[in-house]
Structures are given as C-alpha cells and as structure tokens.
C-alpha cells in the first residue's frame, strides 16, 4: 500500500535526525585543530535531507532488517557524500553550498578572522584545509562503516562492504568527477551524452545505489555477491541517481529559484555541459547554434538572454528529451523492485523514489 | 646478530621489488580515464626504498609470520603514503618530488599536451586531477589492506586494521599536515619545539608505527590491543620516524645537495620552521635574530647569505641540539625493542632503524 506524502516526510525526517545525533555524539575524530574539525563538520552539520542514509536504512528495513544495525553505516554513507562534496566544490571553484560557505571558503573566512591572514594567504590556507577535511571525511566514513560489526553485522559482510566502498564506490566516484573536470574545460560541441550519462551515474548513481545496497546486505546478513535483493537495489538506486541529476539539470533550466538555491540559468551562464542543451545543440540550425553559443558560458549574460535561451532550448525539444530520458531510467529503476517482496517497508522505497524524482520538496 | 650493510640492503631491494611487482600486476581500478590513472601512479612507479612496506615485512618477520601473508598490508602502507605526499605537494606547491614533476604538475602537463588547454585552465585541471588522484590513492590504500583476508588473516585482524588505518592513522596525519599548514602561515617567533614534534611525529611517526604495527598483528594473527609485541613495534617505529625527520632537517642544512634532492639552504629560503632554526632563534642575540631574519625566508637570498645564516644556527648551537634530539628519540625507540625476542629478523628491524636514521643511503 503507497504511503502518504506526510506520512513519507515524517518517516524520512525521523532517519535523518537519528544519523545526525549518532554524527554528532560518536564523533571521536582524533584531530587537535578546531579550524580542520570545523571545516571538516560544515557541512555534515547543515540540515538536510539525508537521502543516502534514508534510502540505506529504507533497504534494510525492506528485506526484514533492523535499522539500527545499519545506522553506522548510514552515517558512512553521509560522510562519504560530503567527502565528495568538499572536494568538489574546490575542484568547481564554488563558493556557496547550500545557501552557506563552501568548506574551503569557511576556512579562508576562519583563517582571516582567526589568523589574521590576508587574502591570498587566507585563501590557500582555506583550501588546504578543505582538502585535508576532504580526507578525513572520506577516511571516516570508512571507520564508520566498519563499526557495524559493533552491531553484530558478521565480519565478512562488513569487510566485504567496506571492500565495495573503498574498492568499487570510491574509484567510481572519483572517476565520475574525473568526467565532469574533463568535460568542463572542452567545448560543448565535443560532449555528448554518452559522456554526460556515465558521469551522472558515477557521481550520483553509484553511491545511492552503493547504499541501496548496503542496506539490504545488513539485513540479510549477506554480502553482496549472496544477496539477490542488494544486487536489485543496487540496479534501483542506481537508475533512480541518474533520473535525479536529468530532473535537476531541467530545474536549472525552469524550475523555482527558492528550491532551486541558486538563480536559475546559472548553468547556462557557467556553460555547463546538460543533456538538455546538448540535445538541443545538436538539433539547432545553424542561426540558432551561434545564438546559443554566444550566451551560453558568457558570464555577463543577462536575464533577458539566459530567458532567450532558455526558451530555445525547450522549442529544440531539449526539456522533453531530458524528461522522457528521466522517466525511462525511473522506469527501468521501478522494474529491479519487482523481485523485492511486498513488504511495509517496500513502500518506503518507492515513496523515495518518487521523492528524489519529484525534487519538488 | 646485526646484519652487515650489503646484505641488509640487499633484504631491502629484494622486498621493495616484491611491493612494486603486486602495485602493478594487481591494479584493478576500475576508472576509465588515463589522465587520473597515470597522476595517480606517477609516484608509485618512481624507484623508491618503500620504507614503510619494508618495516612492515620485517615486523611480521620478527615475531615469526609468513611476510607474504602481510604483502597486501605492506603495499596498502605504500599507496597510503603516495595519497598523503600527492596531498601535500599540492598544499606546498611543491614542483618536484625526487627530481620529477609532483602529480599535480604532471597532470597539468598531461592537459596541455593531450588536451591542447591554456597554462591556467592546465593548472586548474591539474590540481583537480591531483586532488582525485589523492582520494584514489586512499581508498585503494584500504582496498589492498581488506585484502589481507584472501591471505587468512582472519577476519578480525583484518576488521582491527583497517579501522586503524581509517579511524587512527588517517586523522593523526591529516591531523600533522594541518599543524604544518598552521606553522607554515605564522612568524617563525611564534612557532615552538612544542609545535614541530607533534607535527613530524604525526607526519611521519604515525605511519612507520602504524607499518610496524600492523606487520606484527599479521604475523601473530592478533588484533593491536591483543597483540603487545605490536605495541613495542609501534612506539619504535614511531619515535624512529621523528628522529628521521629531525635527520632530514639537519641535513636540509649542512647535507650533500645530491643525497638530499633538493639545494641545501632551500629550506632556510623557505623560512621552513625546523628544530635547528628555531633552537638558534631562541639563543640568538637581538643582532643575531635580526640578521636570520633578513635571510630566512627571502626568496631572493643569495648562497653566500645562506651559508652566512647556517654557520649561525651551527653556532648557536642549532644543529648539535636537533642531533641531540635525534639521538634521544632512537634511543628511545630501541628500548622498545628490548621486549622483543632475539629472532634473526630482529636483526633486520634494527638495521632498518641504523638506515633510517643514518640517512646516508
């Protein structure tokens, strides 16, 4: 039986608040610098949703586990993400996250203000600190992990997880970011979606599906290579990534700026390689090609272009595209739950499902 | 019985050889891009003693373990450490690491030869690159050392390992290249002995403690708290590292530029805070401090006010103290060996410490 929205939100809010105290409290970083620990903690401590552990403990529960026997390895999960957030954002040059300071903004910022350090020392110090953040969180999450055997998860399941995170899900990641740094500095006439879709789904896809997974082997006991139903979530939440980043890079093209949390047609203005625009850069005529190709990546673009733009890439068929790529990977994503059996808690994943395809919350 | 120079080094050849070989035969990263993988192993592949491999084969040796047992764990140190130098050369800035580019360099290179991009867009790609390549070099760190558990190190130990890997050596060193980042963006007058040793100790002690340990763990088939011989191991290793680094300071100034890989005098250019410099500081008459303090840190010193500032920290006693230092933290290190039992590969740990310390190889 599907669950209600209010109900959903309530369910997810619960898991998120249960990861947040267990980050805080168990927060047994041997670090003596209270500027790193800072950096390192900005965004774990930022409210937020939390999909990654929810969808972690909503596989559990799917196959007859016990949630709290996965919460550690919830937490890994939402550490992990953040270490590939804080690396992220000084590889993009980013200065907010989430409406807040990126983390190696926060540091330049402590270090102004802590250290008295001018700008430009203040900004390299920032960003060693962001990368030496970015690596202790990516180490934590490994140690989070592993302390699921505290919990009596057995120890080749727990070793074979954190084989998969350290040996499957990170290089994946990290060759996903690899794509997205490759893309951004060619011309967008030299990406295709064949490069975009791989990128989304190893920036995205792999750690959802990475917990999806997880969840399910906790329950069952079982690595993965033992547990039909890890390998179904895995296939789920992976596809379910990918129709996630189709859906957001539509909402930076027409979505709601509030939700959005930054002005939408930045990525038009950044010159971001979308599957939108480039569908609609290869169906353009020529006229329209050079038209696009004069505001797209120019930074002084104004609202009156990027809304010129904008326009042109729906009449070209771009937003239909990317949306009807977007359904057919949900599609595929809902058919892996077939296998699952009917349980209460099976709701729980779809209605996760439509929220991450939704965005709208 | 102590083993003769020749056949020691010859111990260590043979076992740096067997590292390498596994680093290269058992690469199963599964990431696509060339770039990524060839900024991740350029250090890697550069001939090196492998150090903290060695110690790791001898500890397992000593307390009577099979060392192929612990070849996973010895080639796991090695990456562990290639992420943090790839880290740090980034940090520092560095643009050689043993006479050849540092990764983030290479892979600038890479992008403007084999991309076609502008000397910017190059470095930003470089940097980006480097950064990942890091992150890979971490996780495949851990990755090596779950596979201990393909050799039958039971599942326990394997579990203690990498929890300490992740949960301990990771943020101790992280915790030491933050304090150096700190140091680095202060006047040397406020940077103390109280801040440099922790720092070389969690540099650099931490991980040859670590190696040590972990090569006893493996070779009793015991985790770290049930294991004392690792234990000794540990704090021999560690204080053997901070002696090391005490060493490569001295030597930084009064060394032979060829051994040293580096002009001697750069890290008084740098204004580098090290043990010699500060302990001249501290004695230094005002005149004397002033005078340091036109020379240290310029980069524009010229060699005859480099040689000028080193006969004076040589004269205030700089240099005689860091020795003295050295020589406390080795003997200290070797008292720990005195629980250990008299085995032949004994005989290796201490010639690996003679090595270590003499720094003349």
Known sequence: MPVSRDIFLEALAARAERVGQWLLTEDDVPVTLGRLRQTARAYVERPGKRLRPAILLFACAAVGGDEEQALPAATAVELFHNWSLVHDDIIDQDDFRRGQPTAHRLAATLAGQELGLAPAAAGHYGQSAAILAGDLLLARAIRLLLRCRDRNVPPEVVLDLAARMAGHLAPELIDGEMIDVECSHRPLGQVGENDILPMLERKTGALLGYAAAAGACIGRGRTYDQCPEARSLDAFARACGVAFQLQDDILGLVGDERRLGKPVGSDLREGKATVPLLHALRHAAPGQRERLGQIV???????????????????????????NLARTYLDTARKHLDSLPGTPARAWIEAWADFLSDRSF
Not at 301 to 320: K, Q
Request: charge should be neutral; aromatic fraction near 4%.
């Open 297 to 323: 990546g120019n930074p002084r673009a104004v609202p009156g272009e990027l809304a010129f733009a904008t326009a042109l890439v729906r009449e070209l068929g771009g937003i239909d595209h990317a949306r």
